[in-house]
């Protein structure tokens, strides 16, 4: 089992910035990518990021490429979403996913395991 805990979220105004972090424990060796996701109120879970823990090879959403930056630190099992150039469109519960594969990292199915998720709401 991986358990992921989520943090950083609140309440910004368009243009401002926010860093969400993941810190994963339990069996975190078998982990090999992990994700962001983001869902808005009546809308499905969207893609927003994802990263290959050993590697590091990146991947983003159109919509956000650009603004956020996924990244990870290896020393506190930890992956951070720097989000930056906020828009009230990016208002949305972020959950962080980790996976023990490396295909299709955009989609929700692949992932194990998922977090709580942090609520970010950007006012216009």
């Known amino acids: 089992q991986v358990q992921l805990v989520e943090s950083g979220g609140g309440l910004v105004q368009a243009g401002d910035s926010l860093r969400l972090s993941c810190v994963a424990s339990g069996r975190t060796f078998s982990r090999s990518a992990m994700g962001w996701f983001r869902q808005a109120p009546g809308k499905e879970r969207e893609f927003v990021a994802a990263?290959?823990?050993?590697?590091?090879?990146?991947y983003y959403a159109d919509s956000v490429k650009g603004r956020f930056t996924i990244s990870r630190e290896f020393a506190v099992n930890t992956v951070y979403l720097q989000m930056n150039s906020l828009k009230p469109e990016d208002t949305a519960v972020y959950y962080c996913?980790?996976?023990?594969?490396?295909?299709?990292?955009?989609?929700?199915?692949?992932?194990?395991?998922w977090g709580q998720g942090t609520q970010v709401t950007v006012s216009s």
């Open positions: 990263i290959s823990w050993s590697i590091g090879l990146t």
């Open positions: 996913a980790a996976t023990n594969g490396l295909l299709a990292l955009t989609t929700t199915s692949v992932y194990n395991y």
